[in-house]
T-cell receptor
Framework: AQKITQTQPGMFVQEKEAVTLDCTYD???????LFWYKQPSSGEMIFLIY??????QNATEGRYSLNFQKARKSANLVISASQLGDSAMYFC??????????????FGSGTRLLVRP | EAEVAQSPRYKITEKSQAVAFWCDPI?????LYWYRQILGQGPELLVQ????????DSQLPKDRFSAERLKGVDSTLKIQPAELGDSAMYLC????????????FGPGTRLTVT
């Protein structure tokens, strides 16, 4: 069965510094995708970044980048130049199933990030 | 920018009462998901619709939970009777299907069962 592990329950980072949030996964399917979502205290899940298993380059979206190491089965999120508004829960998730109507997401337990001024 | 709408945002109900949540996905999104998120955990899928059909409800406690999407647009999730362990955030998400990979989430309904 597919599984997502986030081993850091909480992280602190100083404003304007970079931070890495860890995510490891387990799957036997050669085709999969990894997502990162941000969940502020208001509750909504905000999509940040996506990496497909066959993508040759690491995904980047603005200040977010995904450090994808396939052999180690890790997909760490790197946030550069942290801002106070980055304080939130961050969830790593894996696509289970093909990229059609049947696909669903399996989520990790999350990491709470607090940005210090 | 189009958003997934959910109501109510907050709901407090007593044990053994019935409760219902509503979700309106982004227009044109054929796939709709209901997730349950217990405090301190990641969301877990309850039920998935493709248009009006259920694709996956393997994690839905069918003795007390029901979900419908009659016209393939908006959806309702019902709990009857509610139990203390049902206290959680209920999130709805939608996806266009076969065009984009990301799921767009609504603001959620926070349920407290007393």
């Amino acid at each position: 069965a597919q599984k997502i592990t986030q081993t850091q329950p909480g992280m602190f980072v100083q404003e304007k510094e970079a931070v890495t949030l860890d995510c490891t996964y387990d799957t036997s399917d050669p085709s999969y995708g990894l997502f990162w979502y941000k969940q502020p205290s208001s509750g909504e899940m905000i999509f940040l970044i996506y990496q497909g298993s066959y993508d040759q380059q690491n995904a980047t979206e603005g200040r977010y980048s995904l450090n994808f190491q396939k052999a180690r089965k890790s997909a760490n999120l790197v946030i550069s130049a942290s801002q106070l508004g980055d304080s939130a829960m961050y969830f790593c998730a894996m696509r289970e199933g093909p990229m059609d109507s049947s696909y669903k997401l399996i989520f990790g337990s999350g990491t709470r990030l607090l940005v210090r001024p | 920018e189009a958003e997934v709408a959910q109501s109510p945002r907050y709901k407090i109900t007593e044990k053994s009462q019935a409760v219902a949540f509503w979700c309106d996905p982004i227009s044109g999104h054929a796939t709709l998901y209901w997730y349950r998120q217990i405090l301190g955990q990641g969301p877990e899928l309850l039920v998935q619709f493709q248009d009006e059909s259920v694709v996956d409800d393997s994690q839905l406690p069918k003795d007390r939970f029901s979900a419908e999407r009659l016209k393939g647009v908006d959806s309702t999730l019902k709990i009857q009777p509610a139990e203390l362990g049902d206290s959680a955030m209920y999130l709805c998400a939608s996806r266009r299907t076969s065009i984009t990979y990301e799921q767009y989430f609504g603001p959620g309904t926070r349920l407290t069962v007393t």
